[in-house]
């Protein structure tokens, strides 16, 4: 029940959650002893039955539509009036997780790399929950592959926390008193494939002719992520982006989506075999790998950063810092072409 409250008052809105008993049936590696099927739905309909929240509880046998609890603003003030002296949010019972084909948890074999992992993510964690923050409250992270071991391994936060915040929630994040500063790695997958290459990096990847560089740079990743040449097309012809030029979805749409891919493809000749090749969870991979050793580097220098895949926040007093690390840490791992660019949290630093 104090897991429960204390995720619905850390959350900033809706804390979705399973009524379908399925859900709940795993593996012993993720098996919670908290967080079961009977327990999860006796609290929420405890917590919404003393109008502690808004319950938008799902019909049953509404398969794909999850129920969902939003607290009051009574239950956060009750509920972060003591944060800090008695609870600590319920930390999953494994860190380390490999999704099946159906995006569900499966088990693997035990090895030196997921022991590894393991370990520094403990650590990362340990680090985090250490530290003075407000407007969040950290949840623990897990790192999630895909497949493979080889696919994936972006770390997310639990419940989402900073990671799907807006831009204005999280100018409201302070971490030990100091406002925070947001450093990414610009155009970091196209620098990892051309780097794979063994090629240079354009000085913009993205800039071809009078096409709408963010059209552009969407369909360069799509075209990367695609396992073929027709979804690639289909997804960018339906793609928001692509509505300037012609009504997503249409024929000219399609058109459209042909001729831009033509000239990716020209521009980017030197990298020709990664398009339509469903490399985007190799990539991932690699950038996850990035990621924990710039994390591990900054908490050797007593600072803790927060990821969000292809950046981080950072107090501001310590951004050049980490803008160093990020820079060392790439040009260490074979990529001398990886630049990075900061962004005060709604405001261009530089």
Known sequence: MASTLLSLATARGPVSYSRN?????????????????????????????????????????????????????ETVSRVLGIVGTSLEPCQPRETIILRDKNKRPCDYRESAMTRRMRLRLAQINEATRATLFTGI???????????????????????GSWQSMS??????????GEPVVEIDYKTLHPALIYAQAGAPLPDDCYAIGDWHRPLVKIAFLILVNAKGEREARAAIARHDHIASIAPPGSRRAYAVA????????????????????????????????????????????????????????????????????????AYQAGYESLQTDWVRIGHNVH
Do not use: C
């Open 21 to 73: 008993r399925n859900t709940y049936v795993t593996t012993a590696r993720y098996r919670s002893k908290v967080f079961t099927y009977a327990k999860v739905t006796q609290a929420a309909d405890y917590i919404a039955g003393h109008g502690l929240a808004f319950h938008d509880k799902a019909p049953p046998g509404n398969f794909g539509w999850q129920s969902s609890l939003t607290a009051t603003q």
């Open 137 to 159: 409250n950290p949840d623990a992270m897990v790192r999630i592959f895909n497949g493979s071991f080889t696919r994936g391994g972006r770390f997310y936060a639990l419940g």
């Open 167 to 176: 831009k204005d929630l999280r100018n409201q994040i302070t971490i030990n």
């Open 258 to 329: 042909t001729k831009l891919m033509a000239a990716i493809k020209f521009k980017h000749a030197k990298i020709r075999n990664a398009f339509h090749s469903d490399k985007g969870a190799e990539l991932m991979r690699l950038d996850s790998d990035l990621a924990e050793t710039v994390m591990l580097a900054m908490q050797m220098a007593g600072i803790v950063v927060l990821p969000i895949h292809d950046s981080f926040l950072v107090q501001e007093s310590k951004a050049p810092q980490l803008e160093e690390t990020m820079l060392r840490v």
